[in-house]
């Protein structure tokens, strides 16, 4: 994760650049490989009724952009609520973004076992041989989190079977782990 500070107005501390880092290996130990860049500002603010500093921190993840804004008369304390309330964001994103596959998911019949029989991945299609020996066919977009490249005859998969046009056909697949 890409990490930048700022500070205007103020000098950077070493003691809240260090709280800063600190908190972001937090960050990268709970949320690995999802938050792709953090900006912490922090800057004294000449306005009495705001408080001494303004942080904000700006988290990209994939899709979208967290952003949090503490105001307060000291900086150690707003970083530390600042990034409380920036995992508690990147939570409530995640859990709903779960909640979105296992809805989509559980909409077909059940998850099924089969083995790859064929593949054409020029044509973008292969089958599907399933636990109780049917054929089942597969479209390229039935595949999730794999290329058909990356798959082999033999492979076995998971897969969510529905009908089609001319038979069963999966309509999710997923290589198994």
């Known amino acids: 994760m890409e990490l930048k500070i700022e500070a205007r107005n103020v000098e950077l501390r070493k003691s809240w650049q260090d709280k800063i880092e600190e908190e972001k290996e937090k960050i990268v130990r709970l949320y690995a490989n999802y938050v792709l860049h953090l900006r912490a500002s922090i800057e004294a603010t000449t306005h009495h009724k705001e408080g001494g500093f303004e942080i904000k921190l700006i988290a990209t993840v994939p899709n979208d952009t967290v952003v949090v804004v503490r105001r307060g008369e000291s900086v150690r304390p707003l970083l530390i609520e600042a990034f409380d309330v920036l995992t508690g964001n990147l939570k409530e994103i995640l859990r709903k973004k779960r909640k979105t596959v296992k809805q989509s998911e559980a ?71």
């Not at 020029?122 to 798959?151: C, P, Q, V």
């Open 107 to 177: 909409d077909f019949e059940g998850e099924k076992v089969g083995i790859i029989r064929k593949i054409s991945p020029h044509e973008s299609y292969g089958f599907i041989t399933a636990s109780d020996e049917r054929e089942i066919y597969f479209h390229e977009n039935a595949l999730k989190n794999i290329a058909m490249e990356a798959l082999s005859e033999g492979d076995s998969v998971v897969f969510g079977e529905t009908i089609g046009d001319k038979g069963p056909q999966a309509s999710w697949v997923r290589q198994t782990r």
